[in-house]
């Protein structure tokens, strides 16, 4: 999975996704070359749908039906 600036330049590639207790690490690069492991905890989680709200939550189920726009 990658994640894009607002210039669509390529910001980090996640490879890997993994649980470790209450938490899922996320593990990847950053800018292509920096190894980077990040841990979203279930607070962040939540924190994290309330930014997106029902709209934004809906949108992104949706998002997986749908394809890209080269």
């Known amino acids: 999975m990658k994640l894009y600036g607002p210039d669509r330049r390529e ?15 996320l593990k990847g690069k950053v800018f ?3 190894p ?3 841990s979203l905890t279930p607070e962040e989680a939540r924190a994290g749908l309330k930014l997106l709200g029902w709209r934004g939550a809906v949108f ?3 998002m997986l039906l ?3 726009r080269g």
Do not use: D, K, N
């Not at 993994?18 to 690490?25: D, S, Y």
């Open 66 to 68: 749908r394809r890209s």
């Open 32 to 34: 292509g070359t920096m």
């Open 60 to 62: 992104m189920l949706s």
């Open 36 to 38: 980077l492991s990040a």
């Open 11 to 25: 910001l980090m590639t996640i490879s890997r996704i993994e649980r470790e207790g209450q938490q899922l690490i």
